[in-house]
């Protein structure tokens, strides 16, 4: 299956109850995982995380379906349209 590479946006509501489950499933998925950029925003009660990332699309699906299933965790993600290996060509 063809990668693309692309970037997935993680907002954390109470994060002291949630990143652990985040960082678990991010961590599962680390070699997708090209770059991770977290912002804490204490005073606010929330987290941003930005990944960048390079796989299939079943492996950022399985990535965004996991942690969108987590309680207090908003994700999103946009890829680009033209797989790694057509570029190549």
């Not at 499933?25 to 090209?34: D, F, G, K, L, T």
């Not at 991770?36 to 079943?58: K, S």
Request: net charge positive.
């Amino acid at each position: 299956m063809a990668k693309r590479i692309g970037v997935i946006g993680i907002v954390i509501h109470d994060p002291k109850n949630v990143s652990e489950k985040v960082n678990t499933a991010i961590s599962a998925y680390s070699h997708i995982v090209i770059g991770r950029m977290g912002i804490p925003r204490p005073e606010a009660n929330v987290g941003v995380i930005a990944l960048i990332i390079e796989g299939t699309t079943d492996e950022v699906g399985a990535l965004t379906g996991k942690l969108g299933n987590l309680s207090g965790v908003t994700v999103k993600s946009a890829l680009t349209t033209q797989s790694l290996e057509e570029e190549k060509k």
